[in-house]
Structure formats: structure tokens, C-alpha cells
């Protein structure tokens, strides 16, 4: 099992960028990917970014494409999300999720961290 803590969340005007970092502990080296997904009140979760672990291939959700760039440090277990140009339609609560080799699901996820955007 993988542990995942997320931080960086808070309240930013449109317009402005946040950086959200989330750590992984535990059996990571069975991780293949990670991912940033969101949820709004009233919403279903929706995927973001995510980024495989070994390769650093990266898939974007065409609502962030442009804006949002996900990135890893192997070496420090973390996965970032940096967010640029953000709107009042990307407040949610984010998290951290991570996919074991071998599963097609992402099965572990972070506490979960707000981000609320003002116009």
C-alpha cells in the first residue's frame, strides 16, 4: 500500500498559480503512475494530469491543457501539480492518487486538498 499526503492548497485570486506537491511513502516502488484529480461540490471527481513514474509520460485534461503542468521527483517520492491562470472554475477539493503496476486503477489517494479560486 501506498501513503500519499498532499499540501499546497489555499485561496488565490484568477488569475494567479498554486503549486501543489503531494509525498508518497510506503511500497512505491510498485507505483507506475500518479495522478491529480478534482472535485467540486456537487460533482463527480474528474482526472486532471497524471504522469508515469518511470518515463514521465504525462496526460492533461483539455479544461487545464496550457496551464497546469504535473512533474515528479523521483527522488523525493513526490509528484507536483503547478497551476497557472487559474479560474474560478478550477476551485475544488484536488488529490493525489497513485497506480500500482499491473492494475488498471488508481487505488491509493491523498487526504484530499482545497483550492478555491476568487474572481
Known amino acids: 500500500q501506498v501513503q500519499l499526503v498532499e499540501s499546497g492548497g489555499g485561496l488565490v485570486q484568477a488569475g494567479g498559480s498554486l503549486r501543489l506537491s503531494c509525498t508518497a511513502s510506503?511500497?512505491?516502488?510498485?507505483?507506475?503512475?500518479m495522478g491529480w484529480f478534482r472535485q467540486a461540490p456537487g460533482k463527480e471527481r474528474d482526472v486532471v494530469a497524471t504522469?508515469?513514474?518511470?518515463?514521465?509520460?504525462?496526460y492533461y485534461a483539455d479544461s487545464v491543457k496550457g496551464r497546469f503542468t504535473i512533474s515528479r521527483d523521483s527522488a523525493k517520492n513526490t509528484v507536483y501539480l503547478q497551476m497557472n491562470s487559474l479560474k474560478p472554475e478550477d476551485t475544488a477539493v484536488y488529490y493525489c492518487?497513485?497506480?500500482?503496476?499491473?492494475?488498471?486503477?488508481?487505488?491509493?489517494w491523498g487526504q484530499g486538498t482545497q483550492v478555491t479560486v476568487s474572481s
Open positions: 492518487a497513485a497506480q500500482r503496476n499491473g492494475v488498471a486503477n488508481f487505488g491509493s
Open positions: 510506503g511500497r512505491t516502488f510498485s507505483t507506475y503512475a
Open positions: 504522469i508515469t513514474w518511470r518515463g514521465g509520460s504525462t
